[in-house]
């Protein structure tokens, strides 16, 4: 009889651990819920003379951040583009942002590039060396990770940098920040204004 209790005592045992660690993984989330294209309203930036509209698109393990820039409030005369792109996307646990909850992510950034989208912007680009480049030519992409882009301006991401992010999805609307440090470090906060909210499309 002692032993059918000792067994009873180790079965409950296991079952509470098993609970306990299934518990544990639900903190942490799949790609899944960031699928697809997001994006924010045309707006005008704090300090630009262009419009632009942020869209994020995840497909998989894949990030791709664009920031494309307008000449005109309605956001259809393009101006340029910024694109960076990361890779191996995972989700780490849930975290409380502002309130609400969130989840940490890291990714590895493997592209960036400047597409100048009009002539001006063309000769701009190379009568001032852009970025340290030459050669600029109208709707063509150069690579400019860890290049340096305008005075006193913070040098683009290199390949290969982990990136350290924070997001938060509230309802249909997404939320998010990459810390562009080498640190290791994540944001510590999150923009979470009407230009600063995506939206699924």
Known sequence: MKNFYIILILF???TIYSCAKKDDSS?????TELEGTWQTPCHLPEGSSYYRIKKLIVSGTNWADRK?????SSCATEYDLWLRTFGSLSIGDATEVSGVSGHKFTMTHSENTYTPQTSGGVSWSNTNSY???TGWELN?????AGKTC???SDPQLAIGVTGYGLYLLDGSKLFWGVSDSTSSTYPSRIRTGDNDTFTKQ
């Open 131 to 133: 970025c340290g480049l």
């Open 27 to 31: 903190s942490s989330s799949s790609t």
């Open 68 to 72: 494309e820039y307008y000449s005109d």
């Open 150 to 152: 305008g005075a006193g």
């Open 140 to 144: 063509t992409a150069q690579d400019i």
């Open 12 to 14: 409950f045992s296991f």
